[in-house]
């Protein structure tokens, strides 16, 4: 079944949220526990050379602007897609890097970076701020053992609780950062969830994907578990069907999904059970 969230209800609550509270959630992303395992392969967003502005680029979950040295700049603004200022940065005598932190509740769209001299304008440059989230993969324990299991969940001496949990690989593809919310598995899975306690994700609320990141994220709903009585278990002579993950995206309060084909065969346990999952 699929989410019947409302989306106006969930923009207005991600929107609110304050930039301090994004910015120590995604501090916690980076320990040792839960979602949030990433890698980068893809340099950051920039502009080209504006004037003096030298580079223009969205690093992590800010944008940062160099301006030359010599350049007579001594304030930069940064104006977002809607006409309005966002902030605006000083240049200390010295400095020649200014950032500004967007965290993942801004307005996607082209931001201008205008460079001051006083009150007169030296030099202006834009860029275009957009995520762009991606499902890649679905992975479970039994067929993926080399995944940070054991960090994630725990060594444990059974391994049923990483037998009924799934790793799902995103990617960022845009030019923005963003945050995955909500991650649900629906239809022939084990144990479909479509409304999962707290976000469905293993200890944390969000995780933050910068761009060119790929993150795997943990799954705390037990997808591949015990059989509910909605959903596909495992039988000897083999059961096939076709799942489908769903995550929900901060910035724009998007679902994003991908359906994966699935077999499931060799018991009618699920712990004994060989399951095979390819792109749908």
């Known amino acids: 079944m699929i989410p019947t969230d409302s989306p106006i209800d969930r923009r207005t609550v991600l929107r609110t949220l304050g930039g301090a509270a994004l910015a120590s959630v995604a501090g916690c992303l980076d320990g040792s526990r839960g979602s949030g395992t990433t890698t980068s392969d893809q ?16 690093e992590g979950q800010a944008i940062v602007v160099e301006v030359d040295a010599d350049a007579p700049v001594e304030q930069v603004n940064l104006i ?13 005598a010295g400095a020649r890097q200014v950032s500004f932190e967007i965290g993942t509740a801004y307005e996607p769209g082209e931001y201008r970076v205008v460079a001051l001299d006083g009150e007169e304008t030296v030099a202006e440059g834009s860029l275009e701020i957009s995520p ?3 499902i890649q993969d679905v992975g479970l324990f039994r067929n993926d053992p080399d995944k940070p299991w054991d960090e994630v969940y725990g060594d444990t001496e059974t391994d049923r609780l990483k037998n009924g949990e ?15 919310v909500e991650l ?4 022939d899975v084990p144990n479909p969830i479509s409304d999962p306690r707290g976000s469905g994700m293993y200890e944390t609320e969000q995780v933050v994907v910068a761009p060119g990141e790929t993150v795997d994220l943990f799954s705390n709903s037990f997808p591949f578990g015990s059989e509910s009585e909605k959903g596909m278990g495992c039988s000897s002579e083999g059961n096939s069907g076709q799942f489908r993950t769903i ?30 999952i390819a792109e749908a």
């Open 43 to 58: 340099t950051p967003a920039a502009t080209e050379r504006a004037g003096p502005l030298s580079r223009t680029a969205v």
């Open 247 to 276: 995550i929900e995206t901060r910035v724009d309060a998007n679902q994003v999904s991908k359906s994966f084909d699935v077999t499931y065969s060799g018991s009618s346990s699920m712990s004994e059970c060989e399951v095979t």
């Open 80 to 92: 977002q897609p809607n006409g309005e200022l966002f902030g605006k940065r000083g240049l200390a």
């Open 166 to 180: 799934a790793v799902v690989t995103v990617e960022n593809h845009g030019t923005g950062p963003d945050a995955v």
């Open 132 to 134: 762009q989230i991606e």
């Open 184 to 187: 649900i598995f629906a239809e």
